[in-house]
């Protein structure tokens, strides 16, 4: 069953790469364009901000038949277009080959550390399904970010397991480049290691002078930057409208009855989630004592729970959840079983199925599975979810190309990571109470512990 989703994988990257050449507007580089443009602008003192200036520079960049407000705009924090001047002084094309490479380079080499940190000897066919799947390939083709933002977090990780908190912290200066995405990485690193009370305030000094300090800067030196804020909310009021393929629960529901406010519930119940699970944190002893590993599932379930509940990723994002699928899937699959890896990929044709039938009963579907999981809340294992994660993954999020579906599915696969980090932290845990008769509750936890270890 791995070998049948690499495979798909692959043939689909390879599909993916002769359909996206040669360029053609907003599709190969499309976002670099923007980034690339705002750079410009900031270099030669303008105010990227400004819709006239961004898109003559767009335009200059890169000719577009039109202009499309919200796909076109730039609105990152000023730092960024003046960070993207280390490589946006070469021509066009050139600047997104080395920007891409570097980002694919980095990715790589990140995914490569953390696999042999979780003890994996090989990990070859799992890098390069990582590095072909769509979601990977989907930034690469935009100049999108991620790969950078997945090699800061991984590096952050493993210094922070290695004590070198003030380079972990100074790791945050990913946070700048998509905030909304990555608030929750300084706060749950800090949460995970606030026990070693040294360490963690040395993490803090080192990413509140990183994030404020950098912040900060591009406001000083861009002109008119405070025209950001105002920018900023007129964007998130249409992103909506022309920016379908999110990749959050608010983006699932966006297509029903009063599908915006119920997304800007989840939207807000995800944020109380991370600050609750931060929280726990600091206070459970359970944390206390346990490896690095067991530490570092705090950060990534964090971050994936956000991922799945904010109302602004693209699934191009989600590449932050691969360490996570890392630790859930062990190496060579050996946390996986085969069975139920075969009924996930069932699962996962069954739900695209029932929505190109019709939207209703693809809904459904979604909420006869949810119901299922919590009836049988006590008996599901990480494994079982683990499967469906890691099938949904590969398959899910390369069917919006197509518009088939109105919808994406792609939070179907963001959510079932979640779930399965979710349980695997509990689990791991609940396994963390020598010589103590474990709840009911923690009971749950240490039979999928077993499972898991089975």
């Excluded at 609105?75 to 003046?82: E, K, N, R």
């Excluded at 490589?87 to 891409?100: D, E, G, H, R």
């Excluded at 799992?126 to 933002?149: K, P, T, Y």
Aim: charged fraction near 10%; glycine fraction near 10%; hydrophobic fraction near 60%.
């Amino acid at each position: 069953m791995l070998g049948a989703l690499l495979v798909f994988v692959v043939a689909f990257a390879i599909f993916a790469v002769a359909h996206i050449l040669p360029p053609a507007p907003y599709g190969l580089a499309d976002d670099w364009r923007v980034f690339y443009a705002a750079a410009h602008v900031v270099q030669h003192g303008g105010n990227p901000y400004d819709a006239a200036t961004i898109h003559a520079a767009e335009q200059a960049a890169q000719l577009y038949p039109k202009v499309q407000p919200s796909l076109d705009d730039f609105t990152d924090l000023p730092i960024v277009a003046v960070l993207l001047g280390a490589v946006a002084w070469l021509p066009y094309w050139l600047s997104f080959a080395v920007f891409t490479g570097l980002g694919a380079l980095l990715a790589g080499i990140a995914l490569r550390a953390w696999t042999r940190e979780a003890g994996w000897d090989h990990a070859g066919l799992w890098l390069l399904a990582a590095m072909c799947s769509w979601l990977m390939l989907l930034g690469f083709f935009s100049g999108q970010f991620d790969a950078l933002l997945l090699a800061g977090v991984v590096a952050s990780l493993l210094l922070m397991r290695r004590n070198a908190a003030w380079l972990a912290g100074a790791c945050m200066v990913v946070v700048l480049f998509k905030p909304h995405l990555l608030w929750p990485l300084p706060l749950l690193l800090f949460a995970a290691w606030s026990d070693d009370h040294r360490r963690a305030w040395r993490f803090a000094a080192a990413a509140g002078i990183t994030i404020a300090g950098g912040a900060a800067a591009g406001f000083v030196v861009v002109p008119n930057s405070t025209s950001f804020f105002g920018h900023l909310f007129g964007f998130g009021g249409r992103v909506n409208v022309v920016q379908p393929d999110l990749s959050g629960i608010p983006g699932l529901l966006v297509r029903l009855p009063h599908g915006a406010l119920i997304g800007a519930a989840v939207g807000v119940a995800g944020g109380i989630a991370v600050i609750a699970l931060a929280w726990l944190a600091t206070r459970d002893a359970r944390l206390r004592g346990t490896s690095g590993e067991s530490r570092a599932l705090v950060p990534l379930v964090g971050l994936a729970v956000w991922l799945a509940c904010t109302p602004y990723a693209h699934p191009n994002d989600d590449v932050l959840l691969y360490p996570l699928v890392v630790m859930l899937v062990g190496e060579r699959g050996a946390l996986l079983d085969g069975h139920r890896l075969q009924l996930a990929l069932l699962a996962a044709l069954a739900a695209l199925a029932a929505f190109l039938s019709t939207p209703a009963l693809g809904y459904a579907l979604l909420v006869l599975g949810a119901g299922l999981l919590i009836a049988l809340r006590g008996r599901v294992q990480v494994s079982t979810i683990a499967g469906l994660a890691l099938a949904a993954l590969a398959v899910l999020p390369a069917i919006w190309p197509f518009h088939v579906l109105n919808v994406s599915l792609t939070p179907v696969a963001v959510s079932l990571t979640a779930l399965a980090g979710w349980l695997q932290l509990r689990a791991r845990l609940a396994a963390a109470l020598p010589g103590r008769q474990a709840s009911s509750g923690h009971l749950t936890a240490t039979r999928v512990v077993h499972s898991v270890s089975s």
